[in-house]
């Protein structure tokens, strides 16, 4: 799945070749349905995009561990397996808002405010 016919993800730097490398690598893959695969690979994109390192609050993202238990700010990611909640302020995100998220069709709250982030959603 690509919104620029696969440049990015090819280009060795950007956030989706990361992700895509970080998904490949993580041991649990083969078991996973494609809309997990879907969903880890939309939010290691964001994770990427946004300089998820320097986070102030980054634990358990990126690891193996099921995303629905991803630092969220105390709210609940997940409902039956899908992220219908990301909440994200003041955990000095910065960077630019990728359009990977759109990949996230139960996505239905967004709370990215009090960071440093540009583009649109």
């Not at 956030?15 to 349905?33: E, F, V």
């Not at 690891?63 to 609940?76: F, K, V």
Request: with cysteine.
């Amino acid at each position: 799945v690509s919104f620029d016919n696969g440049t990015a993800i090819r280009t060795a730097s950007s956030p989706q070749n990361k992700a895509l490398i970080w998904l490949a690598n993580n041991t649990n893959l083969d078991s996973y349905l494609d809309a997990k695969k879907i969903q880890r690979y939309a939010l290691a994109t964001l994770f990427f995009s946004t300089s998820g390192t320097s986070w102030n609050d980054n634990s358990t993202w990126m690891s193996d561990d099921d995303e629905c238990g991803w630092h969220n700010n105390g709210a609940s990611l997940c409902t039956r397996g899908s992220v219908e909640t990301l909440s994200l302020w003041e955990n000095n995100l910065v960077g630019t808002i990728p359009n990977e998220l759109a990949l996230m069709s139960n996505l239905y709250t967004l709370y990215l405010s009090d960071n440093s982030l540009t583009g649109t959603i």
